[in-house]
């Protein structure tokens, strides 16, 4: 037995000497020079200078002659020269082979690449230190284009545009660190092994190898949807002003400004209010956008409602309220201030057919088309289904002199108008416009969001022709939102559209997190019509992009247990969050804190449409990654040690 034994180890290690690579071959792929230049630095050097550069072979080298070959070679910083050669030496070079090439530098006599630099290396060595295989050069299309298969991100982030994104992500992050330090913010790390709580989205869950209890039920971490109860512990601890690059997860549905992880820039002080936060925060956004955008200097709105700069005038406040029957969203594009969303109950025109819902409202786009062509068919996606979450608004284009006094009975089946002759007369309708209208909630419990014309006026400004008309500016535009709904009415799902949300009876959520302050003004409402309360929350709204949020924090024990027990109906409040409570009662001083989406602001900064442009290694839309293979199945052995175990089928 040991015999055979012995005979199988012997074989395995011959198996593995036959399999090792050659080692002229493979040790040669370690062994450079160190005493290289960038592309950028060769502009500096004499003609003739004897240089090594590092770098990739950015496209197939090209024949011109019996012994002259160019070709073009891509420096770490994604910088282009080009390469001659006239002693067959990238004879059998591959597209991105990771090279080291040694030659004098000399004026360019003759160029394939109108992108590499003013002068050219002439080769008298080149070492291949990891040659690639023939995928890059299927790829080329791909590479073209900027924009590979996700499996291939690697080869992606290679490309200038990508690398420039993410060394810009790391200036921003910097600038950022200085900006707090500066207002004598603590960097603290917070963890990442957490416990699950009801804070609005869904978790991550871990699982453990602990039982509970003993009662071999399994035990499990979550990954924090954002640091805020430690955060808050930390105000508790004695920190004045904490923050921190937060690494945060959250299980939800995913689109172009989501990711199941994701950074944020976490802030919270103590002894302080919304108003310090909002101080800070505005320095904070206003010198970033200013110094990094691609777009342009931050503007705001000021009194008169005329844009400014964001550095020289307080940032606009907008209540929630206003904020959602002018704009008809709580995030609105004030790059485009005079688009606004008109009520007509005033002329006492009324919706009928919901009656929790009998606001009419209207939004003019003037000008919209020539009315002497068919110019308004461009405007047909404003009326396609697809693109709301419930009922469509009526559209309705003014085409001739009848239609300018006829229009109201177009929305006859939803609106009764008592006097529709004096609401053609302040409307002013012209050939070209076009009237869109719909019902929403009247403002004192308005929480469909968006609203459907709120959802209109999006689609308006996301169109080409609707930035061309409406827009004032192409710089970004900030805005607060204050005085949300503290809480929230708890909207019923369905798996087919309905025309209005439906909500459950006496069910109520936190519109942000239980962790909110009541407005002052509201706090008798909490007992009895909590849905009436105004909550102290605010949010940074950057061209109709909500970039962050905060807000005064609860830190009175007895009434953020009551919040728990009494408003959510949170039945084990101190089994959760006991360990808020428990330090609320030893003295935790007033707080209030902040966090922006750091990935989003990023994106914003770069002109990017995407968070994924300024992540290193994004998750897919079905939260895959798919460099990786990511998310795997889990061997139910593996699972057994952590007393989980899969479904039973049928």
Request: charged letters at 25%; a neutral charge.
């Amino acid at each position: 037995m040991m015999l055979g034994k012995s005979v199988r180890l012997v074989h395995t290690i011959g198996r593995l000497l036959k399999d090792l690579p050659p080692s002229e071959s493979t040790l040669g792929k370690f062994r450079f020079e160190k005493d290289v230049v960038s592309i950028k630095e060769l502009a500096k050097l004499s003609e003739g200078a004897i240089v090594n550069v590092n770098g990739w072979i950015d496209k197939k080298p090209v024949k011109v002659g019996k012994k002259l070959s160019f070709c073009t070679l891509r420096d770490t910083a994604g910088n282009k020269i080009q390469l001659v050669d006239s002693e067959l030496l990238l004879k059998g070079a591959n597209v991105e082979d990771a090279v080291q090439v040694k030659g004098s530098v000399m004026p360019k006599r003759q160029s394939t690449n109108d992108d590499a630099a003013g002068f050219e290396i002439k080769l008298t060595s080149i070492t291949t230190l990891n040659p690639s295989n023939k995928k890059p050069s299927q790829l080329q299309d791909f590479k073209s284009d900027g924009i590979y298969p996700p499996e291939f991100r690697f080869l992606q982030l290679r490309l200038p545009k990508y690398q420039n994104l993410l060394k810009k992500r790391y200036e921003i992050t910097k600038s950022v660190r200085k900006c707090l330090e500066d207002y004598n913010f603590t960097e603290i790390e917070t963890p990442i092994l957490f416990k699950s709580t009801p804070e609005g989205a869904r978790e991550f869950l871990v699982p453990t190898r602990k039982t509970a209890d003993g009662n071999k039920k399994p035990t499990f971490y979550a990954l924090p949807q954002s640091p805020q109860q430690y955060k808050q512990l930390l105000m508790a601890s004695g920190v004045h002003r904490y923050f921190q690059l937060a690494r945060c997860f959250r299980d939800e549905d995913l689109r172009a400004d989501r990711q199941p992880e994701f950074t944020q820039i976490d802030m919270e002080m103590a002894f302080a209010d919304g108003e310090d936060v909002m101080r800070v925060v505005q320095d904070l956004v206003t010198a970033t956008w200013n110094h990094f955008s691609s777009n342009g200097d931050l503007l705001t709105l000021d009194n008169r409602g005329k844009l400014v700069s964001a550095k020289e005038h307080s940032i606009k406040r907008i209540s929630y309220k206003q904020a959602m029957t002018e704009y008809g969203i709580d995030k609105p594009d004030l790059r485009a201030p005079d688009l606004k969303i008109r009520d007509l109950s005033e002329f006492k025109a009324f919706g009928y057919i919901n009656k929790d819902f009998p606001v009419f409202e209207v939004l003019i786009l003037k000008n919209a088309f020539d009315p002497k062509s068919d110019g308004c068919n461009r405007w047909s996606f404003l009326s396609n289904p697809d693109n709301y979450n419930s009922r469509v608004p009526i559209v309705v284009p003014i085409k001739d002199n009848g239609d300018e006094t006829s229009w109201f009975e177009k929305f006859l089946p939803i609106t009764a108008f008592e006097n529709p002759k004096l609401v053609t007369k302040f409307l002013n309708l012209k050939k070209g416009d076009i009237v869109c209208g719909s019902t929403r909630q009247h403002a004192r419990h308005l929480f469909e969001n968006p609203t459907p014309l709120g959802r209109l006026r999006q689609l308006v400004l996301q169109n080409p022709a609707g930035k061309e008309l409406y827009q004032q500016t192409s710089k970004d535009v900030v805005s607060w939102i204050t005085d949300f709904p503290l809480f929230s009415p708890v909207e019923i799902s369905s798996d087919k559209k309905l025309a209005y949300p439906q909500y459950e009876t006496h069910a109520i959520t936190s519109t942000h997190h239980p962790f909110t302050m009541v407005r002052h003004s509201d706090y008798q409402n909490l007992r009895e019509k909590p849905l009436q309360c105004l909550g102290q929350h605010y949010d940074l709204v950057v061209s109709g992009v909500e970039i962050g949020g905060g807000s005064t924090r609860v830190h009175d024990p007895a009434l953020q247990d009551f919040i728990f027990e009494d408003i959510l109906n949170i039945n084990n409040a101190h089994e959760l969050f006991g360990h808020l409570l428990n330090a609320f009662e030893m003295g935790t001083p007033p707080h209030a804190g902040f966090a922006i989406g750091f990935d989003r602001m990023c994106a914003m900064l770069c002109g990017s449409e995407s968070i994924r442009d300024v992540i290193a290694f994004p998750k897919s839309v079905t939260g895959s990654d798919l460099v990786v293979g990511s998310p795997t199945a889990v061997a139910p052995d593996v699972l057994k040690a952590y007393n989980v175990d899969y479904a039973k089928s049928g």
